[in-house]
């Protein structure tokens, strides 16, 4: 299967820690999408990045988020003194420059803060 | 406001029922439109496109009024694995990212 993958599928921390999520996009797409979703509610974006340069943040990304996507392939979400309402589930997208704004979702990671 | 509403439902019918979703979004300046659908805890995964002369797919059918920023999802002959919730999602005001509505359950009984 060459669909989006992410690591880990699951995370449980205590508060405070850090922690770092790793999305793998289908191989040939260029834009890779990062996003947030907590129970009933749809997703919400978080940032996206053409190739490795990052080229929206949301307001939601706060100073304790960060994202990076070093050679434009994987790209890493890391949450730095993790708080409890940081509990949801963290999901990656990719698309292909000029297919529109079709995204393709990964499985998600469900990080859970104690 | 929400810049994409949708009823969270649960729509509750029968197999072999027609049922429909409505949805409204408030960014006049959107211009792509989509039905994702997202199974308990998996991720969501695009159903359909959705185009102002409408479009069909099968049982389900989308259609866009662009003038009442509304988008709606028909789905005919319901099957039980149609349970699942339908997320509304925009695109397009000068981004790449994708606005989600916060989702409609549906519950297809035997």
């Known amino acids: 299967d060459t669909g989006v993958s992410q690591d880990p599928r699951h995370k449980i921390t205590k508060r405070g820690q850090n922690v770092t999520f790793r999305c793998d996009p289908i191989s040939e797409h260029n834009r890779l999408y990062w996003y947030r979703q907590t129970l009933g509610q749809g997703p919400e974006f978080l940032t996206y990045?053409?190739?490795?340069?990052?080229?929206?943040k949301s307001r939601l990304l706060s100073d304790r988020f960060s994202a990076e996507r070093p050679k434009g392939s994987f790209s890493t979400l890391e949450i730095q003194r993790t708080e409890q309402g940081d509990s949801a589930m963290y999901l990656c997208?990719?698309?292909?420059?000029?297919?529109?704004?079709?995204?393709?979702f990964g499985p998600g990671t469900r990080l859970t803060v104690t | 406001r929400k810049e994409v509403e949708q009823d969270p439902g649960p729509f509750n019918v029968p197999e072999g029922a027609t049922v429909a979703f409505n949805c409204t979004y408030s960014n006049s300046a959107s211009q792509s439109f989509f039905w994702y659908r997202q199974d308990c805890r998996k991720e969501p995964k695009l159903l359909m496109s959705?185009?102002?002369s409408g479009n069909e797919d099968g049982r389900f059918t989308a259609q866009l009024n662009r003038a009442s920023q509304y988008i709606s999802l028909l789905i005919r002959d319901s099957k039980l694995s149609d349970s699942a919730t339908y997320l509304c999602?925009?695109?397009?005001?000068?981004?790449?990212?994708?606005?989600f509505g916060s989702g409609t359950r549906l519950l297809v009984r035997p």
């Open positions: 959705v185009y102002s």
């Open positions: 990045f053409q190739n490795e340069a990052q080229l929206e």
């Open positions: 999602v925009v695109a397009g005001d000068s981004s790449y990212k994708l606005i």
């Open positions: 997208a990719s698309s292909l420059r000029g297919s529109g704004y079709e995204q393709y």
